[in-house]
């Protein structure tokens, strides 16, 4: 059931970032440029978006709320994460 949740979680933050990056795409080619190879773009463009931007932030931290949990309930969850 651990694995299970903590593989959800990973498929969720994935999407949420796909998401993410898609919306700084569809503004300018330039922001969808900027998000994908520096991380202070992404957070500018969160900032001065941030109407369009909350949803896949929410997305992004449910995913991690699910991988945290799923290594909390399962100790073969947080072995595997251990090791890396």
């Known amino acids: 059931m651990g694995l299970l949740l903590f593989y959800l ?9 796909i998401w993410f990056v898609a919306l700084a795409f569809s503004e300018d080619l330039w922001w969808g440029i900027g998000c994908l190879c520096c991380g ?3 957070i500018l ?4 978006h941030l109407n369009e931007t909350w ?8 995913g991690a709320l699910l991988m945290g949990a799923a290594a ?3 100790p073969q969850v947080a072995e595997m994460l ?3």
Not at 45 to 48: D, E, H, K
Not at 55 to 62: C, D, Q, S
Request: with cysteine.
């Open 9 to 17: 979680g990973v498929i969720i933050c994935i999407g949420a970032y």
């Open 72 to 74: 909390t309930i399962d």
């Open 45 to 48: 463009f969160f900032f001065l």
């Open 55 to 62: 949803k896949p932030l929410v997305a992004y931290i449910a």
């Open 40 to 42: 202070i773009v992404q």
């Open 82 to 84: 251990d090791r890396r």
